[in-house]
């Protein structure tokens, strides 16, 4: 099994790392841990070192855009051969304050998505409000490898996501939420994910608990329910999905 998207390198989750690395191993499960900024890309880095489960994606999120983003392309270059991607990097207005912020985010992300290309490496999109403005400036880019994480459009911005060819991630919200699951049922079999987004808490069932690994098996169920599927054959599914999205 594969989360496609968590902070691991959130402080959050800093004291119980070693638990969660042991969950992982015996849930046989591994992770895509995603950055926010440089400082937490090099902590990303370091603990992936614990484990070859933790798939590390290093960049800028667009909360982040005032980081130095000439020094994030020195760190990518530097590890390259070492991260499994790019990301968390995208746009978002909701971090806008001024033309200056809008420009800055839209630099991050075309700097960050040209050196992921170059190098044929993922990207895990964050594209809250801002799809449209995505779809735009990725018809430059090759999207083969790209995950539109959290997808939380419309079923018209779904079909142009899937035109497109951009995988998509579901995560726990999706296990009460019923548009989120009429999302997953008109998405593209071949480009589905799953995800935690950790450590993002849940309502509902989940008790507003922050996010955990342990989530994925219960995300899966339900995806497995809305598409009518064996949870074996579910599984089977997004295995191969995340090993195409990641390129291996």
């Not at 735009?136 to 419309?154: Q, R, V």
């Not at 509902?204 to 989530?215: H, N, S, T």
Request: proline share 4%.
């Amino acid at each position: 099994m594969f989360d496609s998207h968590i902070h691991l390198s959130d402080p959050a989750y800093e004291n119980d790392l070693d638990f969660i690395i042991k969950a992982m191993e015996n849930l046989q499960l591994k992770a895509c841990a995603v950055s926010m900024d440089n400082t937490n890309s090099r902590k990303t880095l370091e603990i992936a070192k614990k484990s070859d489960l933790i798939l590390p994606f290093i960049g800028i999120h667009p909360e982040c855009a005032n980081d130095d983003l000439d020094q994030m392309l020195n760190l990518i270059q530097e590890n390259i051969d070492s991260i499994s991607g790019i990301g968390e990097i995208g746009l978002d207005p909701t971090y806008v304050e001024s033309d200056e912020d809008k420009k800055k985010q839209a630099k991050n992300f075309e700097s960050l998505l040209s050196i992921a290309e170059k190098h044929q490496k993922p990207v895990s999109i964050h594209s809250r409000k801002s799809l449209d403005d995505i779809f735009e400036i990725m018809k430059s880019y090759s999207t083969k490898n790209a995950l539109l994480h959290w997808f939380d459009g419309s079923k018209k911005q779904l079909q142009k996501a899937m035109d497109m060819g951009f995988f998509v991630s579901y995560g726990p919200v999706m296990v009460y939420a019923n548009d989120k699951q009429t999302l997953l049922s008109k998405t593209n079999e071949d480009k589905i994910l799953v995800e935690t987004d950790g450590p993002v808490r849940f309502s509902r069932c989940f008790e507003m608990k922050q996010a955990q690994i342990g989530f994925i098996p219960s995300v899966i169920f339900c995806a497995s329910k809305i598409l009518n599927k064996p949870y074996d054959e579910m599984v089977s599914i997004l295995e191969k999905n995340s090993k195409k999205f990641l390129g291996i």
